[in-house]
């Protein structure tokens, strides 16, 4: 499964690009540093608020998409503030971080996707007057967002075999290879809503959509109103396959050509418009190759009896007898907490979405034969050993594999959403700055 984190890593080219240039010393002390708004305990700075709009403005003005009004946007802008906020707090809270080595390999795979050295893209950016500081911060906390995203939703979905046996008889397009340009407007309901107030809101997304067929502009109307949190990039969801797309969208894509717009549709979480900008692919009708791991693994669960930092350090020093010569499987099965332990640790084949997002991820950058460091899931600690690898031409298996991502990666965005809207709705946000109320 491409995991929250891995999309991430896949765009962060955009926001190097996007990140706002440095404020000199000078212009900061001009700043009136105004209190727009307190979430929680947190406060969000009138400087930051204007930061964030500019950076936002300069992102349209590139794409050429038109903007709402300067106080509509300022309260999206601010909105968005205090959802990233609200995050980042639970984020810190929960122990999650994100250490410099990581970061640095973030980075790393940014410069190297922009075919650049880390010291040339580092040039680039302050060429561009980037601070390489607040660079680094800002992408530390959109890693800290998405990591947070993978132990909060993405790790506690699951999919059964009934679920893919279900699927699987009801979507015989399960192997469709397409990939989907696509834009999004959400209105986000309230938590508990009134008919009242979904009447209203299927009422507002139904206007919208006429202002949409009107000839208006999607990317404006859903910086001004969608409550997703890719509204301040025009609703832009760019490329994504079929096998990531929500069910619910599927549907209402069926028929639809480049450049329309679904009808309304309802979820839990609100209101959707889509707008489909480009399609590309087919349907997938011949057996295509699947990548297969053998993984075996060591497990250390903290406990009340063993801290996280034990468990870690643990690992780590039987990570130093697997490298000096001991064998990997007897220490498996005298320390690994896993069920696996009996078997030497080993996993067996595994398919693209069988295991947890840190783990899967960990694996995928490990050659056949490699020992990874130690490796945190919800699970615990991994030490994590590639065995073996396979591509296969197994037409079921590749339908079952393809169908249990599909069905991992739309239940984990819409759970994201639900889990986004309790989120906010659970914040204490007090708003400062009556242009904003």
Not at 251 to 265: D, N, R, T
Not at 358 to 378: I, N, Q
Request: glycine residues 6%; charged residues 30%; negative net charge.
């Amino acid at each position: 499964m491409k995991t929250a984190l891995s999309r991430l890593l896949s765009t962060l080219i955009f926001s190097a690009l996007a990140v706002s240039p440095a404020v000199s010393s000078a212009a900061r002390t001009v700043l009136v540093d105004r209190i727009v708004a307190v979430v929680n305990n947190d406060a969000i700075t009138e400087s930051s608020l204007s930061e964030r709009t500019e950076q936002i403005k300069r992102q349209f003005g590139r794409q050429g998409g038109q903007l709402p009004p300067d106080d509509v946007l300022r309260k999206q802008v601010l909105e968005r503030l205090v959802v990233e906020r609200a995050q980042l707090q639970l984020a810190g809270e929960t122990g999650l971080r994100i250490d410099d080595n990581a970061l640095g390999g973030a980075i790393d795979r940014i410069a190297s996707s922009n075919k650049l050295s880390a010291a040339q893209f580092r040039a680039a950016l302050e060429k561009d007057g980037i601070d390489w500081t607040e660079f680094r911060e800002n992408i530390r906390q959109e890693m800290l967002i998405a990591r947070l995203r993978e132990r909060e939703v993405d790790a506690r979905v699951v999919v059964t075999d009934a679920e893919i046996d279900n699927f699987l008889k009801n979507s015989p397009d399960a192997a469709d290879s397409r990939e989907y340009d696509l834009s999004h407007i959400l209105l986000r309901a309230p938590e508990g809503p009134s008919p009242e107030q979904l009447n209203a809101l299927g009422q507002k997304a139904e206007g919208i959509r006429a202002r949409v067929l009107a000839g208006e502009d999607f990317a404006k109307l859903a910086a001004e109103f969608s409550n997703a949190p890719d509204a301040l990039q025009g609703g832009a969801l760019g490329w994504r396959p079929s096998s990531s797309v929500p069910a619910l969208f599927i549907e209402a894509l069926q028929g639809l050509k480049p450049g329309e717009v679904s009808p309304v549709m309802r979820s839990p979480a609100g209101f959707h418009l889509v707008k489909v900008n480009d399609v590309r692919g087919a349907k997938a009708t011949d057996v295509v190759a699947v990548q297969q791991t053998r993984v075996s693994h060591i497990l250390v669960k903290p406990t009340e009896l063993i801290s996280d930092t034990d468990a870690r350090l643990r690992l780590e020093t039987l990570r130093t007898r697997v490298l000096n010569g001991e064998d990997f499987a007897a220490l498996a099965r005298a320390n690994s907490a896993d069920l696996s332990a009996t078997k030497g640790g080993e996993i067996g084949w595994v398919y693209p979405g069988d295991t947890v997002p840190e783990f899967e991820r960990a694996m995928d950058a490990l050659s056949v034969g490699e020992l990874s460091a130690p490796v945190k899931s919800p699970f615990g600690w991994h030490l994590i050993r590639v065995e073996e690898r396979r591509t296969q031409d197994v037409s079921e298996e590749r339908k079952r594999a393809v169908a249990r991502n599909t069905l991992r990666q739309r239940k984990a965005d819409e759970a994201y959403e639900d889990w986004l809207r309790q989120l906010r709705d659970a914040t204490f946000v007090d708003y400062r700055l009556d242009d904003l109320n």
